[in-house]
């Protein structure tokens, strides 16, 4: 699908929602795509991206902002602490943010590296609504003390994030972060897939985190080589 009509379609759904068009940012989830449809996308000028491993974004992505310094870059898969260090410096010089807070040692780790470095990109706590074993975000339950730990820590928590599971109605899920986030006090909601996203700005979301709509599907490790 051509880019423009995501934007379109993006730009349609908020003014639906009586929103603002430029209230909600579209980040590219560029993971596992072949250099090509990235350039493709960058030659459209289009800068906001998303990739969810810190190892792959490294190994591409500073080459890339040589030739386009205003790209932002958001890490929006799960991070281990061993991986914080670099995956701030992937985020914080861009404006760009890590989506997946979820646990007190990941946040003390962010916040120890901001104290050592003084800078720190935005960041969104994952939040795991559907409660499902095997995805990474704190309990619905859980969620309000995580805001205030990240808080007292001087952290820059901006909004929450979530992932619907694929067997369930994403607006419960949706309506669920909204409500958690504004009886927090947070502004910002990642939220909103290929399939989803109209769904999750009509409930709210600031940041929709788009992939194969844009891109097409990811090649099988076959035809990667």
């Known amino acids: 699908m051509p880019l423009s009509e995501i934007r379109a379609r993006i ?6 929602a ?3 068009p430029d209230s909600v940012d579209l980040i590219a989830v560029s993971k596992k795509q072949p250099p090509e449809r990235v350039e493709a996308i960058l030659a ?3 800068r906001v991206f998303g990739e969810n491993r810190v190892q792959e974004a490294a190994s591409k992505w ?4 040589e030739a386009h310094p205003d790209v932002t870059l958001h890490i929006i898969g799960p991070l281990q602490t061993n991986k914080v260090r670099q ?3 992937l985020a914080a010089p861009s404006g760009g943010a890590i989506h997946t807070v979820d646990r007190e040692k990941l946040a003390r780790t962010i916040a120890r590296i901001a104290d050592e470095t003084g800078a720190c990109p935005d960041l969104f706590i994952q939040v795991n609504t559907g409660e499902e074993e095997q995805k990474a975000g ?25 992932i619907p599971p694929v067997d369930e109605t994403p607006s419960l899920h949706f309506s669920l972060l909204a409500k958690i986030a ?8 990642s939220m909103g897939m290929s399939g989803d996203f109209e769904e ?16 097409g599907e990811r090649p099988s490790e076959a035809e990667a080589g």
């Not at 500073?62 to 902002?65: C, D, E, F, V």
């Not at 619905?140 to 820059?156: I, Q, T, W, Y």
């Not at 504004?182 to 909601?189: F, K």
């Not at 999750?200 to 891109?215: D, L, N, Q, Y």
């Open 11 to 16: 730009d349609a759904a908020a003014e639906a």
């Open 18 to 20: 009586g929103r603002a």
């Open 44 to 46: 459209q000028g289009h």
């Open 62 to 65: 500073p080459a890339w902002r």
């Open 87 to 89: 995956a701030m410096e």
């Open 138 to 162: 704190v309990p619905p339950s859980e969620a309000d003390g995580m805001v205030a730990l990240c808080r007292e820590l001087s952290l820059p928590v901006v909004g929450l994030m979530c």
């Open 182 to 189: 504004h009886r927090n006090g947070l502004s910002g909601l």
């Open 200 to 215: 999750a700005i009509a409930f709210g979301a600031t940041h929709v985190r788009v992939g194969s709509a844009i891109f």
